[in-house]
């Protein structure tokens, strides 16, 4: 029985990045043996075991056949006489089939260690095409690490579109791919190569992607719903409702793309709004419950339309906020029963704090 590092951690440690965790391949064993070792059994799709001591998975080494349409369409063997390389075969880019023994040596059977250093994103075998996710994480690479797709995997890419494997892809598939490639350092990278591969189309058909507001994004390390949000700005509200519904997107990313599709309009006008305008625009956007949303949204639109335009617009909100929390609300709730009298005298005396603030008062 021999045990080899396999797959994430060998890519990253040949790219100088911190490994977080690692994952095994265990070659020359059966499940009784393992369990034996006292390894705790824990896949359900395929043998997998965390180790006794370190809780790292060590997954015994196998082969899959496609068998059915889908993600989950395959058949997999897992025995004592499939050999590692067998193992790393089935996996998608070549810079992910790499491995390490247990004295450190390097196995790379398909030159994963070449194309890292050269850029290249290369698939293993024929086999990449039985699994329609791995389109989007050749994107997700991409927008990790900037490299270029290899021709033959541009060219195998498009086979695969035009006979219509996206088809099977799952939403919730597309979207844990999709959001992980918005929140890698070059997002823009992953529409570049979607749009190369002919994917970005029938994927994606509503999206006009802004890749420099992407990068602008990203350079600030925006978080993943001012990112998405981003890809919101310039398509109607339906469209990206019709989005989120198909992606089956959480409520954190689509609330704020919601919203800003929303306002963006109300946004480009706000430097020259009137008090009661830019009241308003704070009441849709729920800046006096959740003022951290403003924040974002204001982040969004700057990304978006970079330009002192925006950034009086987005400044102008920023002052209007401050001036109506200065409102004792509280005083206003004391003085008065009426909850429609409330609101009213709380709305007056917002809108008078927000014009004040503009005079300089």
């Given amino acids: 029985m021999k045990a080899y590092v396999v797959g994430g951690a060998v890519r990253d440690e040949l790219l100088g990045v911190p490994v977080a965790d690692r994952d095994w391949v265990v070659v020359g064993a059966t499940p009784e043996e393992m369990v034996a070792a006292g390894y705790r059994p824990v896949g359900s799709d395929f043998p997998v075991f965390l180790h006794p001591q370190t809780h790292e998975e060590y997954a015994l080494a196998r082969t899959e056949r496609k068998h059915g349409r889908g993600y989950k369409g395959f058949t997999v063997h897992a025995a004592p006489d499939v050999t590692l390389e067998q193992d790393l075969a089935r996996r998608d880019l070549t810079i992910n089939a790499m491995a390490r023994d247990e004295s450190g040596g390097l196995i790379d059977p398909f030159g994963g260690a070449r194309d890292l250093k050269d850029g290249v994103l290369r698939h293993v075998s024929e086999a990449f095409v039985e699994d329609p996710v791995r389109v989007l994480r050749l994107a997700r690479f991409a927008a990790r690490y900037g490299f270029r797709v290899a021709d033959e995997t ?4 498009r086979r695969m579109v035009a006979a219509g494997e996206l088809e099977h892809l799952v939403a919730e598939r597309v979207w844990q791919e999709f959001s992980r490639g918005l929140a890698e350092p070059h997002p823009a990278r992953m529409f570049e190569t979607l749009d190369a591969c ?33 890809l919101a700005w310039p398509i109607a509200e339906d469209a990206v409702r019709a ?47 959740r003022a951290d949303r403003l924040a974002q949204l204001l982040d969004v639109a700057r990304y978006a339309e970079p330009g002192t335009a925006m950034e009086n617009s987005t400044a102008r909100l920023q002052r209007a906020l401050a001036a109506a929390n200065t409102v004792d609300a509280g005083a206003i709730a004391r003085e008065v029963q009426a909850p429609a009298e409330i609101a009213s005298r709380l709305e007056r005396a917002r809108e008078q704090a927000i014009a004040a603030a503009a005079r300089g008062d």
């Avoid at 541009?154 to 890419?157: E, G, H, N, S, T």
């Avoid at 994917?199 to 998405?228: G, H, I, Q, S």
């Avoid at 954190?252 to 919601?258: F, H, K, M, Q, V």
Wanted: aromatic letters at 4%; hydrophobic letters at 50%.
């Fill in 154 to 157: 541009l060219a195998l890419v």
């Fill in 198 to 230: 002919a994917a970005l189309a029938p994927l994606f058909p509503e999206l006009r992607v802004d890749r420099a507001a992407l990068e602008r994004a990203a350079k600030a390390n925006a978080p993943l719903n001012e990112r998405f949000a981003l």
């Fill in 243 to 289: 989005l989120c519904d198909r992606l089956r997107v959480p409520n954190s990313e689509r609330e704020l793309a919601l919203t800003a599709c929303h306002l963006r309009d109300a946004l480009r006008d706000a430097a020259d709004a009137s008090p009661a305008s830019q009241l308003r625009i704070l009441r849709r956007a729920d800046a006096f419950r």
